[in-house]
């Protein structure tokens, strides 16, 4: 058996998917390694014929299914029923949904800025300059 080294980066065990599909129609993500989700490609298959990439995924939705566990409970400690905890489910304002979504864009502003498309990361490395 290989070992590699710990501080390298990660192997994924598994590849995944995202599958929705609507009747004969189905957007597939195909999640690729070291590709950040939104940049991910997003696949929109129609079914034409029987047995073909559609029918794949539909397959392989139709084998999770199957083979899924029940789903897990919310802990009603920290999900109380909205019957028990009214004020914990009411719509919030606009001017909450603002204030916290500049506090996550504090929270995250590091992260942030060293994050950017990949297009400018390699016009960078071909000028010769590495990404920081």
């Known amino acids: 058996m290989a070992t590699r080294d710990s501080s390298a980066a990660p192997v994924p065990d598994e590849s995944f998917n995202t599958i929705l599909r609507f ?8 999640h690729l390694w070291a590709t950040p989700g939104p940049e991910a490609p997003l696949i929109h298959l129609q079914r034409r014929a029987e ?7 539909a397959r392989q939705l ?9 789903p897990i409970r919310a802990d009603p400690d920290l999900y109380p029923p909205p019957d028990q905890n009214p ?4 719509p919030g304002t606009k001017q909450q949904a603002e204030e916290r979504r500049s506090a ?9 800025a060293r994050s950017r498309p990949p297009d400018e ?12």
């Open 23 to 30: 009747d004969d129609q189905m957007l597939v993500t195909l």
């Open 51 to 57: 047995h073909g990439l559609f029918d794949q995924f």
């Open 121 to 132: 990361a390699r016009q960078e490395t071909r000028r010769g300059s590495a990404p920081s």
């Open 87 to 90: 004020q914990r489910y009411q």
């Open 62 to 70: 139709d084998a999770i299914y199957d083979e899924a566990s029940d």
């Open 104 to 112: 996550i864009q504090q929270r995250y502003a590091g992260e942030i």
